[in-house]
């Protein structure tokens, strides 16, 4: 039984009971996610871009179908003509 005013820490708190230090396992673990993340991201934007192109290029050839705000749609960071 202990009292109010004693504290006690939890066992096998890991990077709690080092400060200061790093856990570099899982900083490079997280640096590696995050590139993986921002390639496969490219991939999927190119993706849905050449998709877009796509339908955009199909829905104007039908007879009355004007395509409308295309630039409202295209993505900020890519520079196109459509």
Do not use: F, W, Y
Not at 14 to 35: E, M, N, P, Q, Y
Not at 67 to 81: F, L, S
């Amino acid at each position: 039984m202990t009292s109010r005013s004693t504290r006690s820490s939890p066992a096998g708190t890991g990077a709690r009971s080092t400060r200061g230090t790093v856990d570099v396992a899982a900083a490079v673990g997280l640096a590696c996610a995050a590139r993986i993340t921002m390639k496969e991201l490219a991939e999927v934007n190119d993706r849905v871009l050449d998709h877009q192109e796509k339908l955009i290029a199909a829905l104007s050839l039908l007879p009355g179908c004007q395509v409308t705000g295309v630039r409202a749609c295209a993505c900020p960071d890519r520079a196109r003509d459509l």
